[in-house]
């Protein structure tokens, strides 16, 4: 008898499975579907107040190889474009208080993992701007060649069927890559760290590099004073209609 109930409970969940997959088929037969956008609220990544002093120190540059490679790259100030789309942000889409840092200030190492340890330099950088919060990091600007052969479906002329092959494709653009390190200006600690990417392709080989600079800082801003201030994300979502 235990055999039987149990086979039976079994029985009772295939057809309750069955009965739900016919009722959301009849409903998506009978029910359009719509694509909407939302825009969904993205908390601040740093506790802070919304009102701190705040230092932008020099960020490591990790182009400088490339430059000598590529002659465009040597018509762009990475530095300073970066400093000033910064700052003109923050001073645009935030309460911060942005406090100048001397020109003459250097970072301790151009070492990435080293930087972010150097508690001593960053307090000491922190009390003579009296900076609550520094940020600091690393650039990487550089031009990319994404072009090779990948592999699409044809359908044949001749039989209609589906096959594959391999296509050469072209796709140069420019890469920005920004590591961002955020220190306590007080303790000199490290308080967080993020990596925001963006490639953005261009029509050829010969594209304003400046251009290409902007257009990947536009495309990251929205990640990058969702660090500092809550910041909206658009979302697709699908909905079943009447």
């Known amino acids: 008898m235990a055999r039987s109930t149990k086979l039976g409970v079994r029985g009772v969940g295939r057809v309750v499975a069955l009965i739900l997959v016919s009722m959301l088929s009849a409903l998506s037969a009978s029910a359009g579907v719509a694509q909407v956008k939302l825009k969904l609220p993205l908390k601040p990544r740093l506790p802070l107040r919304g009102n701190e002093r705040i230092a932008l120190a020099p960020f490591v540059i990790a182009t400088e190889a490339e430059k000598a490679r590529d002659k465009r790259l040597q018509n762009v100030d990475l530095q300073a474009e970066f400093q000033r789309f910064l700052k003109k942000q923050i001073e645009k889409k935030t309460k911060l208080e942005i406090v100048p840092v001397p020109p003459e200030v250097k ?27 520094i940020v600091s990091g690393s650039l990487e600007f550089r031009v990319e060649d994404r072009s090779g052969y990948k592999t699409e479906e044809y359908v044949s002329p001749i039989d209609s069927r589906t096959y594959y092959r391999q296509v050469y494709v072209e796709q140069t653009g ?3 890559d920004i590591v961002f390190m955020v220190f306590d200006g007080h303790s000199g600690e490290k308080i967080l760290q993020d990596e925001f990417k963006d490639f953005r392709q261009t029509g ?17 801003e929205n990640q990058i004073l969702n660090l ?3 910041r909206d994300r658009e979302a697709e979502r699908y909905i079943f209609t009447d």
């Open 107 to 133: 970072l301790p190492t151009q070492n990435l993992t080293e930087l972010g340890r150097s508690t001593e330099f960053w307090r000491a950088l922190g009390a003579q701007t009296g900076a609550e919060i």
């Open 174 to 176: 420019f890469l920005f």
């Open 204 to 220: 050829g080989r010969r594209a304003d590099e400046l251009q290409g600079l902007f257009e990947n800082l536009f495309s990251l």
């Open 228 to 230: 500092f201030v809550a």
